[in-house]
């Protein structure tokens, strides 16, 4: 049996989440301001089970992310609220924002979203 670590959620960004997407696309690479306009019609259609605040996003009514291959629209790292260190990078597939990836850099497992204000694009 294939495990998986994602669950299925469906909502809006909550208002931090929109900020973060927002800062990541304005601070992110030069592809990324492409996809400004994206951002207010996203929606969570999965979050990641490990306890990392990770998520799958979709555009408009879809029930899953785009998928294949990857494009990296912005990197970033700096700490969590709680002094986590992390690494952010939001991915585009097929034109689309697809996800949120936040990586612990010291195998935390359980942390919050980063704020804009304790990252730096690398």
């Known amino acids: 049996m294939k495990e998986t670590y994602t669950k299925p959620e469906c909502r809006e960004l ?3 989440e929109r ?3 927002e800062w990541l696309i304005a601070n992110g690479n ?3 301001s492409g996809y400004d306009s994206q951002v ?3 929606k969570v259609v999965a979050r990641c089970t490990c306890g990392c605040p990770s998520l799958d996003v979709a555009l408009g009514k879809r029930k899953s992310r785009t998928v294949g291959a990857s494009t990296i629209l912005a990197d970033a ?4 609220p709680e002094g986590v260190p992390v690494e952010v990078i939001l991915h585009a597939s097929a034109g689309e924002i697809s996800g949120l990836e936040v990586v612990s850099q010291d195998a935390t497992r359980v942390f919050s979203m980063p704020q804009p204000e304790m990252l730096q694009i690398v």
């Open 40 to 42: 207010s019609q996203l």
């Open 19 to 21: 900020r973060l997407f």
């Open 30 to 32: 030069a592809e990324a």
């Open 14 to 16: 909550s208002p931090a």
């Open 77 to 80: 790292v700096g700490q969590t």
